[in-house]
């Protein structure tokens, strides 16, 4: 049973453009929604997160927005860089079970 | 600040053998989990353990066991390991997760059972 659901899969940018990448949960439970990039060889890393009293958090080009009622969270990445070019993971997060659930990704390829 | 370590980095078993993973967490983190990256897919919760016990566990069967250490370092243990059981087997460190949700990566142990 898939609680986390990721779209699209993969993604192509130019660079400069804008990424987005949508997710969306269905456990009331989660109440901690973070993003992590993944570079081949590596583990994921946190990229940015959001607590769900929130309906947007910005840090530098990474931006997401958070709908509690439609159950959906997105991240858009603005001015896309090569060197951004990675998979990107939307998790969410029952702090009091201690457990995250991970989409499945999106990898994301930005041109040169 | 020394980030979270895991090893062996590749290992190549083969079914039915047993195989145990070691992390060790981050400084000042006190809770470690294990999740299992099959290819193309996200990493999948497997435990996750606080204060040398399991706090949680995610779909998996009783022969993958684990164990923290009073220094927090963990292991992953895994019996009769099984063609499916082939995946990255990630270690996250933390803080309790109630206080925060952050899950900081190690690179995992890339796990090929023939």
């Known amino acids: 049973q898939q609680q986390v659901k990721q779209s699209p899969q993969s993604l192509i940018v130019q660079k400069g453009g804008i990424s987005i990448i949508n997710c969306a949960y269905e456990?009331?439970?989660?109440?901690?929604f973070p993003w992590y990039q993944q570079f081949p060889g590596k583990g994921p890393a946190l990229l940015i997160a959001?607590?769900?009293?929130?309906s947007e958090k910005k840090e530098g080009r990474f931006t997401i927005s958070f709908n509690k009622s439609a159950k959906q969270f997105s991240l858009h990445i603005m001015d896309s860089q090569p060197g951004d070019s990675a998979t990107y993971f939307c998790?969410?997060?029952?702090?009091?079970?201690?457990?995250?659930?991970f989409g499945d990704g999106t990898t994301l390829t930005v041109k040169p | 600040e020394t980030g979270v370590t895991q090893s062996p980095t590749h290992l190549i078993k083969t079914r039915g053998q047993q195989v145990t993973l070691r992390c060790s967490s981050q400084?000042?983190?006190?809770?470690v989990s294990w999740y299992q990256q099959a290819l193309g897919q996200g990493p999948q919760f497997i435990f996750q353990y606080y204060r040398e016990e399991e706090n949680g566990r995610g779909n998996f069967p009783p022969r993958f066991s684990g164990l923290q250490f009073p220094n927090y370092s963990s292991e992953l243990n895994v019996n009769a390991l099984e063609l499916d059981d082939s995946a990255l087997y990630l270690c996250?460190?933390?803080?309790?997760?109630?206080?925060?949700?952050?899950?900081?990566f190690g690179e995992g142990s890339r796990l090929t059972v023939l």
């Open positions: 400084s000042g983190h006190n809770t």
């Open positions: 456990n009331t439970a989660f109440d901690y």
């Open positions: 959001i607590r769900p009293d929130v």
């Open positions: 996250a460190s933390s803080l309790w997760t109630a206080v925060t949700g952050e899950l900081f």
């Open positions: 998790a969410a997060t029952d702090t009091n079970a201690g457990k995250s659930t």
